[in-house]
Structure formats: C-alpha cells, structure tokens
T-cell receptor, first 116, second 115 residues
Framework: AQSVTQLDSQVPVFEEAPVELRCNYS??????LFWYVQYPNQGLQLLLK??????LVESINGFEAEFNKSQTSFHLRKPSVHISDTAEYFC??????????????FGQGTTLQVKP | ETGVTQSPTHLIKTRGQQVTLRCSSQ?????VSWYQQALGQGPQFIFQ???????GRGNFPPRFSGLQFPNYSSELNVNALELDDSALYLC??????????????FGPGTRLTVL
C-alpha cells in the first residue's frame, strides 16, 4: 500500500519570495510521483510529474520538484511566487504496473497563500 | 478537443436517497477514474473503468457503483446516501499506453451535499 504525507497544511508567503511545499511518501513498491494544483471551484490540473530519468522535473510556470528516493520525498519549489499561484497543491503517487495506471493516492493538500 | 465534463455541478440530497453523477471523458480517452474529495482533504480513489469494465476499486462500500458506456462516458451511483457522502466528486480520464499516459485529466467535479 502507498501513503502520502504533505507536511504543511498551509504555507503563507509574500509575493516574489521563494517557497517549498513538502511531500513525503511511503510505498512497498516503486511509484510514479505527481504534483497537482487546484484553484478555487475547479478540478485538479497536473503541475508536473516524475516517471523516470532525471530526478529534477520542471513545470512551464516555474515550479520544480526533485525526487529523492533515499528520503522518499518529492518536494515542490518555486524561486519567486506570484499572487496567481495561490491555490491548493496536492502531491500524489501511483504504483508501478499497468494495472495501477490512474489509481492515484493523494496527500491531504497544502494551501499556498501568496500575499502582496 | 473537449475536456472532461461532469454533471450536475451541484446537488443536494437527503439521507437514504440515491444519486447518479455523470462524466464525459476527454475525446479518445478509454479510462475513467472517480475520486471523492471531502472538504479539506485530498481526493480518494473510488474506482476506475477501462473499456466498460471495473478495473480496480478503492476502500469504498458496495453502495458506490459505476458504469462506463461504449462512448467511454461514465456514471457514479451512490445508494442509501449518508451524511459523510457529502463531498466533491471528481472524474478523471486518461488513455493508458500512450506517451505521457500517466496524466489524468480531471473534470471540475460535482459538489454533493447530503442533508
């Protein structure tokens, strides 16, 4: 079985400051890792994913996350946040195996509040 | 190319009633997954349908059931509604086996309130 822990329920930060949203996971098998973002009254949008290869993955809007297998972590970072980044962020894992495709295990979510 | 759509947007029911939620998958996607997101929580996997067959189920009782149709749209049915069933129900579609196939495309959700 897999589980995901997001270590901060809320992260307040000022505009243009750096931010890190922490995610740790537990799994007895190898997993794929994802970050999703949810804006108010909307569904989830994929922000970035780690499937294989380079452990540092980037999104088109400046976020990046690094897969650390030894620490079972997949923390999300951005060097300079904008007001528009205010949203709920979810870390998720999917166990290896074609039969597991699409069966995501999510963390509790972290609310990123960007202040002017 | 249309995205994932869900209906209705909001729904209010009373305990003991039954409800049907609907999802139209993104064009060409043959796999639909349903999630329950309680207030302040992360989504929880309910079940998945692949080519009209159930393909895995999370820790939800049998009163949660589903269907997938030949056009890959899907329904989630919940019988004997309980107060704790109040949540945002999310549908996600995907096309396993293609490049980047691990991406799920989520709909906006149906907000169910059980009184």
């Amino acid at each position: 079985a897999q589980s995901v822990t997001q270590l901060d329920s809320q992260v307040p930060v000022f505009e243009e400051a750096p931010v890190e949203l922490r995610c740790n996971y537990s799994s007895s098998v190898s997993v794929y890792l994802f970050w999703y973002v949810q804006y108010p009254n909307q569904g989830l949008q994929l922000l970035l994913k780690y499937l294989s290869g380079s452990t540092l993955v980037e999104s088109i809007n400046g976020f990046e996350a690094e897969f650390n297998k030894s620490q079972t972590s997949f923390h999300l970072r951005k060097p300079s946040v904008h007001i528009s980044d205010t949203a709920e962020y979810f870390c998720a894992v999917e166990a290896y195996g074609s039969g597991n495709t699409g069966k995501l295990i999510f963390g509790q979510g972290t609310t990123l509040q960007v202040k002017p | 190319e249309t995205g994932v759509t869900q209906s209705p947007t909001h729904l209010i029911k009373t305990r003991g009633q039954q409800v049907t939620l609907r999802c139209s998958s993104q064009s060409g996607h043959n796999t639909v997954s349903w999630y329950q997101q309680a207030l302040g929580q992360g989504p929880q996997f309910i079940f998945q349908y692949y080519r009209e067959e159930e393909n895995g189920r999370g820790n939800f009782p049998p009163r949660f059931s589903g269907l997938q149709f030949p056009n890959y749209s899907s329904e989630l049915n919940v019988n004997a509604l309980e107060l704790d069933d109040s949540a945002l129900y999310l549908c996600a579609s995907s096309l396993p086996g293609t490049s980047g196939s691990h991406e799920q495309f989520f709909g906006p959700g149906t907000r169910l309130t059980v009184l």
